[in-house]
Nanobody, 111 residues
Framework: QVQLVESGGGLVQAGGSLRLSCAAS???????TIWYRQAPGKVREFVAT????????YYADSVKGRFTISRDNGNNTVYLQMDNLKPEDTAIYYC?????WGQGTQVTVSS
């Protein structure tokens, strides 16, 4: 069993930054970790992923150049650095590992 706990969300003005964390417990992160987000009234969408084997990163076009996904294997944590935030980034952000999901963390960007 794996537990994922997201943190780092909050309220920020447009142009600001936040860093989300996804801490895994129960076992070491040995798979690809994915960040998704879901805004009110919208479908859940892919944000970014980092592969376990080589640490390759992939991003949605909407966040490319502004968000950076990284990992700290020693702390069993994956991060999502979000810079130059826009109001349309407002959503609940979830991290996933295999079939496991975190509870989500709210990000609100004011204009």
């Amino acid at each position: 069993q794996v537990q994922l706990v997201e943190s780092g969300g909050g309220l920020v003005q447009a142009g600001g930054s936040l860093r989300l964390s996804c801490a895994a417990s129960g076992r070491a992160i040995t798979g690809n970790t994915i960040w998704y987000r879901q805004a009110p009234g919208k479908v859940r969408e892919f944000v970014a992923t980092i592969t376990w084997s080589r640490g390759q990163t992939y991003y949605a076009d909407s966040v490319k150049g502004r968000f950076t996904i990284s990992r700290d294997n020693g702390n069993n944590t994956v991060y999502l650095q979000m810079d130059n935030l826009k109001p349309e980034d407002t959503a609940i952000y979830y991290c996933t590992l295999a079939q496991f999901w975190g509870q989500g963390t709210q990000v609100t960007v004011s204009s």
